[in-house]
């Protein structure tokens, strides 16, 4: 078994999720797809997931992708979350995401108070409605409850955000589409994206461990299976699957997994002086939840992985997760604030000046005011 230390860990990390060097605007989408997606519970973040990664970037690139050119699509995805994922691999998340059978439980069917034949129907007729059409929440409610004759599923679907949503997006019969003023759209993924594209869902799963792995091994098997929603049995079982693509590696005591073809350059990588404000909701940090306690100077994992989910802009220093920052854009000036957990050397300072220049480029500042306590 190869051994590694964390900074091999984090200097391979950085390269493979793209913070080592911004790529070419034109691979806009192949960073999308090779960090397994832009997290978009704050579509801002996902937006700001592409700067941090894509030279030349403009503000709104995500939006355009989304709504005009459809060449990113929207869903509720990994762990439920919402992410932005490039349209040309959207059968293939979708038929690993068809695999999901948590809210298939008497308990679940008991909560919502749904039997499980309201519960099919309801996927099946929200299907049927949005197909070839952009409908409201309250627009897809009312049409579900017309075409399945049950004003009750309607009432349904308006009492839980997402919960009754989540399984028909799972399940390939619906994605979002473009809102209606200040109310979300949703679509079904068949006429927005222009047809079907049947994919195993074996195939899927085999496909998407080793995208996880590629850009965020080397991985524990309790890592993967948080990132994923399923046990750490069954995280191993799927890592395993793989064969000969995938080895095991040591991580100072911590046994990982990572792709074969990859062990001998992680094993070589060496963290650079390379500074990144990456933003809430980056892929970066959401990969290191668990192993934060490595990827940090100390305990200040709290600083960065929040209350009800929210996790915190962080700043990277050569990978390793050195302080977190905010911005304000306020009368064509922008603000940003750096909180560093431990004092920057000055290489690391001017790297945070510079990050903070292309950011108020990137948002149209025509001022910038950089304040950094370390």
Not at 12 to 34: I, S
Not at 259 to 288: E, H, M, R, T, W
Not at 308 to 316: K, N, R, T
């Amino acid at each position: 078994m190869e051994s590694l230390t964390w900074e091999n860990v984090r200097a391979w990390r950085l390269e493979r999720q793209g913070l080592a060097e911004r790529a070419p605007r034109k691979r806009m989408l192949e960073v999308a797809g090779r960090i397994c997606g832009l997290h978009a519970q704050v579509l801002s973040s996902a937006e700001l997931t592409l700067w941090a990664r894509v030279d030349g970037i403009t503000n709104g690139a995500a939006t355009k992708a989304l709504w005009e050119d459809r060449s990113l699509v929207k869903l509720w995805a990994m762990r439920g979350t919402l992410h932005l994922l490039p349209a040309a691999e959207y059968w293939t998340w979708q038929a690993g995401l068809s695999t999901y059978d948590h809210y298939l439980k008497p308990s679940w069917f008991k909560y919502f108070g749904l039997s499980r034949d309201q519960f099919d129907l309801m996927v099946e007729t929200i299907g049927e409605v949005l197909h070839g059409q952009v409908l409201t929440r309250d627009g897809l409610a009312e049409a579900v409850a017309e075409r399945a004759g049950s004003a009750e599923l309607g009432e349904k679907m308006r009492e839980s955000w997402g919960s009754m949503l989540k399984p028909a997006s799972f399940h390939g019969k619906l994605c979002f589409g473009p809102s209606t003023g200040q109310k979300v759209g949703f679509t079904h993924p068949e006429s927005w994206l222009g047809g079907r594209n049947e994919v195993d869902p074996d195939e899927a799963l085999m496909e998407i461990t080793r995208r996880y792995l590629g850009s965020n091994g080397p991985s524990t098997r309790e890592e993967y299976g948080r990132w994923w929603a399923i046990s750490p049995a069954k995280a191993l079982a799927r890592i395993k699957k793989l064969g000969d693509d995938v080895a095991a590696v040591n991580v100072e005591g911590t046994v990982c997994w990572m792709l074969s073809a990859d062990v001998g350059a992680a094993a070589a990588a060496k963290p650079a002086k390379k500074v990144n404000l990456v933003p809430a909701f980056d892929q970066y940090v959401i990969a290191a939840t668990k192993q934060a306690d490595h990827l940090t100077p100390g305990p200040f994992k709290a600083r960065i992985y929040r209350p009800q989910g929210w996790i915190s802009p962080v700043l990277l220093v050569g990978g390793r997760m050195d302080g977190v920052w905010s911005h304000e854009v306020k009368g064509g000036r922008l603000k940003v604030n750096v909180e560093p957990f431990v004092p920057l050397p000055a290489w690391a300072k001017k790297g945070v000046k510079a990050e903070a220049e292309s950011l108020a480029e990137f948002l149209g500042a025509g001022e910038l005011e950089v304040t950094c306590a370390g």
